[in-house]
């Protein structure tokens, strides 16, 4: 499974960006996709995901309401899943990964973002929230 990320860049506070992840021969059954983050000294962290299952959604306290992830793989073969990132701020700034997972049921159970879960990560790509 390949991950190909797009989107981000800088950006001013309360601006918005939107990244898409795409994922070849992913998607198609019960997988989950999920958008995680980085910040310089800090521990990489869940932000949002998403099953392809039934499209339950899963965000961290401070992106609701400002963040929404939505998924598109009406092509059949590939699984795009997007992070609409609104009023960004500056605390919002970090490196953004997106990665993939065999399976949904476990998100009931587990942590829907421990990182241990998720199998394919992408390269990861710089947001930058700055005026």
């Known amino acids: 499974v390949q991950l190909v990320e797009s989107g981000g860049g800088l950006v001013q506070p309360g601006g918005s960006l939107r990244r898409s992840c795409a994922a070849s021969?992913?998607?198609?059954?019960?997988?989950?996709m999920g958008w995680f983050r980085q910040a310089p000294g800090k521990e990489r962290e869940g932000v949002a995901c998403?099953?392809?299952?039934?499209?339950?959604?899963?965000?961290?306290d401070s992106v609701k309401d400002r963040f929404a992830i939505s998924g598109d793989n009406a092509g059949g073969t590939n699984w795009t899943v997007y992070l609409q990132m609104n009023n960004l701020k500056s605390e919002d700034t970090a490196v953004y990964y997106c990665?993939?997972?065999?399976?949904?049921?476990?998100?009931?159970?587990?942590?829907?973002?421990?990182?241990?879960?998720?199998?394919?990560w992408g390269q990861g790509t710089q947001v930058t929230v700055s005026s």
């Open positions: 998403i099953s392809s299952t039934d499209g339950s959604k899963y965000y961290v």
């Open positions: 021969g992913f998607g198609l059954n019960d997988d989950t």
């Open positions: 990665a993939a997972t065999y399976g949904t049921g476990w998100l009931t159970i587990k942590n829907p973002f421990d990182l241990s879960s998720y199998d394919f």
